[in-house]
């Protein structure tokens, strides 16, 4: 909780610049980290499709979390939407791939529009923007539809292989929902639980979506790890380091919702780790994007 009158905006404006900190030196320098040792070659600007691919992720689930978290919500006060501010981020970062993508490759902007990662990302950039449309019309729920073109052209940007790619993007686009979901739902919740003073019901509806959320999480997650990294190079690349790191958060957010959910149980407070579950995922968005940008182990392996 931020302490009350003048001491709690410096706490708060300290704690955002840190918090700032630390996602750039992590997008900037986590995937170069990861990859030390492992004989990969570097990928080209890292750091900075990293950081954009940061602001993709977290478009998508502050946009898809307010949605859910409206429903949620019920009746009483609602804080500000986020939504028009989230779909344009997610359409600048979008775009700003793009042009990355053409200064890397040294290719022209109409070369690279007829390549495949190319149009998707066109497609995205464009999906967020009609988003942001939607959100601010009379209908914001009219934004879903953009917001699964997007989440269908991020799934099959991940997954350009020729190997059963139909089931990869159909995991990705399961895992990638459900997770930004989580993330965005539980935000939404909390600054409707800190707009009215309480609103303990609203946290204990998140809950029991949030349980299924998590299910399908774990399953989709766990399968496309198992397809893609080959278990006799887990600690030998970037992607299996990432993916440990990842692994590891999501126990501790695991942890921290199991802590809430005995507390909502018991009729005690569960805010306070719901708060901690919330920088948790933000921490696993950030790693997530990392996991993006690193090289894909699966033909490293020798078997």
């Avoid at 898809?64 to 344009?88: I, Y």
């Amino acid at each position: 909780m931020t302490p009350p009158g003048p001491i709690g905006t410096p706490i708060r404006l300290t704690a955002a610049v840190l918090a700032a900190l630390t996602v750039l030196t992590v997008a900037l320098l986590g995937a170069g980290f990861a990859q030390a040792g492992t004989g990969e070659l570097p990928i080209p600007a890292a750091g900075t499709t990293t950081l954009l691919r940061t602001f993709v992720l977290a478009a998508l689930a502050v946009h898809l979390g307010e949605l859910a978290g409206v429903r949620l919500a019920g009746q009483g006060p609602l804080p500000r939407r986020w939504a028009v501010a989230a779909a344009l981020l997610g359409a600048a970062a979008s775009a700003a791939l793009l042009l990355l993508l053409a200064a890397v490759s040294g290719l022209g902007l109409t070369t690279v529009y007829g390549m495949r990662e190319g149009r998707l990302l066109l497609v995205t950039a464009n999906a967020f923007a009609l988003a942001a449309l939607c959100a601010a019309s009379r209908r914001p729920a009219l934004a879903l539809l953009p917001l699964a073109a997007a989440i269908g052209a991020e799934a099959l940007r991940a997954h350009p292989e020729t190997y059963s790619p139909a089931v990869g993007v159909s995991l990705t686009v399961v895992h990638l929902t459900a997770a930004s979901l989580w993330f965005g739902a539980l935000l939404y919740v909390l600054r409707t639980m800190r707009i009215r003073r309480g609103g303990r019901e609203v946290l204990v509806r998140y809950a029991r979506t949030a349980a299924c959320l998590y299910a399908a999480l774990v399953v989709t997650g766990t399968f496309s790890a198992l397809r893609r990294l080959p278990l006799d190079v887990v600690l030998s690349t970037a992607y299996g380091r990432v993916l440990l790191a990842k692994l590891a958060l999501l126990g501790v957010a695991s942890a921290l919702a199991l802590t809430a959910r005995r507390r909502m149980l018991r009729g005690g407070d569960a805010e306070a780790p719901a708060r901690i579950e919330l920088g948790v995922l933000a921490a696993i968005v950030l790693i997530s994007a990392v996991l993006t940008v690193v090289p894909d182990p699966h033909w490293l392996s020798p078997a």
